[in-house]
């Protein structure tokens, strides 16, 4: 019944709405034009480069260091620059909903995220599955405890208690049969829901196009005032995944329906036999059911705010966990690859992924390096430089748009001016070495362990 809102949901506001299809072909056609003149002006940092390695290897690095990257920035500029995507109404009624936990010794913070729950304004009943995956703390006990107090008619919390920790996807695979509504949203132990936060995604998996199988929601930092690496995750949360996902899904290519925060049918879910044991179990099931023909979205409105790690060591780890969980993708999916639809270019930009690191860690930083310290300025010179105000200028379009969305939700950027030039100057420093471990990881097979989040 709730599908008949498909064909009167889209509001399209008071400027030009683009077809996809037309944002995706200017978006091509720009970037084949930045890369023509990219190719001109390298030159002569490849003929630089050629003092001290083959030709060959000299257009290699400058392809990672500049003319992918330069594509891909291209692809971002174009479409927050365009996008302008319609809105779904808020409506009186929406289908009852199913939120799924999986908790593993949360007992400092579970409390707090089923409060948030319980805070949710939304037009339907909810239920609330709670996975205990094996606890060694008192997660079962508050949990209990919170569902005995707080549990109604319409909002229900329920405890489901493994004997032993099984890890993330075979807790979440435990919960679903405990589900007794089609849509199920994930929902990590430590994430706050902001206000409304349920209502916008379910609104937007209920009013989407009809073979939407999960939308993701937006993930933002709750913890940024913790230490450096927080301050830094802040933006990266805030500006590259969000910004991100953001294109993906203008281009109807969102990649990953993050646990942490999303909304999926029932059916589809048990269609592809849930969630594989996997290190990166949510980007493996996304990619399932981008196989099965099904479509996956994302819902800016819909925030909720989740701790992050708060050392290198824990970053580290949780980084090099989702590295491997891109190729553990490609290699359960390798059929996207050569599958032509409107992503991709998303997908074939993430299978450079790996090539892209590389360069950057073991070529541009000792560039980097030798051109501050030993004045040798083949990798890193004058170009280099000239890339800064152009980052810069990326970040300030990312950052206007982005608080456009915490304008209308409510929210306000806090202020982490230090933080956001070393997000720009160094993230990528910071993270590269974690995902090549990934990587390497990965395609060894090497052990694999859930580490942090």
Not at 122 to 140: F, K, L
Not at 146 to 153: E, L, R
Request: glycine residues 6%.
């Amino acid at each position: 019944m709730f599908r008949k809102w498909e064909s009167t949901a889209r509001v399209q506001g008071g400027s030009t709405y683009w077809p996809v299809a037309a944002k995706m072909t200017v978006s091509l056609i720009l970037a084949v034009c930045w890369l023509a003149i990219s190719v001109i002006v390298a030159h002569a940092w490849i003929d630089d480069l050629t003092t001290i390695v083959p030709v060959w290897l000299a257009w290699v690095i400058v392809t990672a260091l500049a003319f992918v990257p330069g594509i891909a920035n291209v692809f971002i500029v174009i479409g927050l620059l365009v996008d302008n995507r319609p809105q779904y109404p808020q409506v009186d009624r929406l289908p009852d909903v199913s939120i799924l936990i999986a908790a593993y010794n949360e007992a400092d913070f579970i409390r707090k995220t089923l409060e948030s729950v319980l805070e949710q304004q939304i037009p339907c009943r909810v239920e609330t599955i709670i996975v205990n995956d094996g606890s060694t703390d008192d997660t079962a006990q508050v949990v209990s405890d919170f569902a005995a107090k707080y549990s109604s008619d319409t909002r229900q919390f329920r405890l489901v208690d493994l004997a032993t920790n099984q890890g993330k996807a075979m807790a979440l695979n435990a919960g679903l049969p405990e589900c007794s509504h089609e849509y199920v949203v994930t929902l990590d132990a430590d994430c706050l829901m902001y206000e409304d936060s349920l209502r916008f995604l379910v609104t937007n998996i209920v009013s989407g196009p009809s073979n939407t199988a999960a939308v993701a929601g937006s993930v933002l930092v709750r913890n940024s005032r913790h230490s450096v690496m927080t301050r830094l995750q802040e933006w990266d949360y805030f500006h590259g995944i969000a910004v991100v996902k953001r294109i993906q899904s203008l281009y109807q290519g969102t990649l990953v329906a993050q646990g942490a925060y999303s909304v999926f049918q029932k059916s589809a879910l048990e269609a592809i036999g849930g969630w594989k044991d996997t290190i990166g179990e949510d980007i493996v099931l996304t990619w399932g059911l981008r196989a099965m023909g099904y479509r996956v979205g994302y819902c800016e409105n819909a925030i909720v705010f989740t701790n992050v790690p708060t050392t290198y060591q824990q970053f580290f780890r949780q980084r090099r966990r989702w590295a491997r969980g891109l190729i553990e993708a490609f290699r359960t999916y390798p059929q996207v690859i050569t599958r032509v639809r409107m992503n991709t270019p998303f997908i074939w930009y993430n299978v450079l992924f790996p090539y892209l690191d590389v360069v950057y860690l073991f070529v541009f930083i000792p560039g980097v390096i030798a051109a501050i310290f030993f004045q040798h300025y083949a990798v890193a010179g004058l170009i280099t430089l000239l890339l800064l105000p152009f980052a810069l200028a990326i970040n300030m379009l990312m950052y206007s748009r982005q608080r456009k969305i915490f304008k209308k939700r409510g929210l306000r950027v806090r202020n982490n001016l230090i933080g956001f030039f070393l997000y720009v100057l160094t993230y990528q420093a910071v993270m590269t070495p974690a995902s090549v471990a990934g990587y390497f990881a990965e395609i060894l097979h090497f052990r694999k362990s859930w580490g942090t989040k």
